[in-house]
């Protein structure tokens, strides 16, 4: 991002960190402006409240806290559920095609088949890739 390597892993790590996370993936998406910007899916814990653009900003906030604010995530995107293959490794090639606005690949292996229709339709009702 705008000449800064960041790692994934380092911003997952961050916001997992926080109490209303429960899980988070990280992908990198083209941008105009940077060359990649920080998009962030996470599932809140059960007894977390989606605020909407409040958690969101609270999620940005808390990155800038612990990696500085150039890591902070340009989108936050708050998800049911995160697509996994049967032995639970998280498909960032299927979270990169939703960030960039692609048609989403082949996700045969996924272990529930459903869960890209889940992230769809929470695109739909939190408007899609709305920057924070």
């Known amino acids: 991002i705008s000449g800064h390597r960041l790692s994934t892993a380092e911003i ?3 916001l997992v960190s ?3 996370v429960a899980e988070a993936a990280v992908v990198g998406a083209a941008d105009e402006t940077t060359g990649q ?3 962030a899916f996470v599932i809140l814990r059960e007894d977390a409240v989606d605020s909407g653009d409040q958690i969101v ?3 940005r906030n808390h990155v800038g806290k612990e990696i500085g604010p150039i890591a902070k995530p340009k989108t936050i ?3 049911p559920e995160l697509p996994k ?3 639970g490794k998280i498909m960032r090639r299927l979270l990169k095609d939703v960030a960039e606005g692609r048609e989403v690949g082949d996700a045969t292996t996924l272990a529930d088949n459903t869960v890209m229709a889940q992230i769809a339709q929470s695109l739909k009702k939190n408007s899609p890739l ?3």
């Open 12 to 14: 997952e790590s961050a």
């Open 18 to 20: 926080h109490p209303a």
């Open 37 to 39: 910007a920080v998009v």
């Open 57 to 59: 900003q609270e999620l």
């Open 77 to 79: 995107l708050v998800v």
């Open 85 to 87: 293959t049967r032995s």
């Open 130 to 132: 709305k920057n924070a």
